[in-house]
């Protein structure tokens, strides 16, 4: 591994994710690491194919944002269960 890349607090912004890992030094980094905050925003979906899409090159490590994302999903689904 040569170099690697760290990107944080994309929050769920795909055109600025986009413009981000089309940089020289994002595009040809041996790994990228997220770290964090890209799942909340206005289109988490489409923020975490992307990264989904960079496979073994990609490492997320969730941010507070990310783990209340979790965090209110679960409980959603407790709350679903228990009807």
Known sequence: MNSVAVLSDIHGVPPVLDAVLAEPGIAGAD???VTGDHASGSQPNAV???LVA???R??????NADRELVALLAAKRSRSRMR
Do not use: H, N, T
């Open 31 to 33: 790994l990228v690491v």
């Open 58 to 63: 990609v490492v997320l490590v969730r941010g």
């Open 54 to 56: 960079l496979g073994d």
């Open 48 to 50: 975490l194919e992307r």
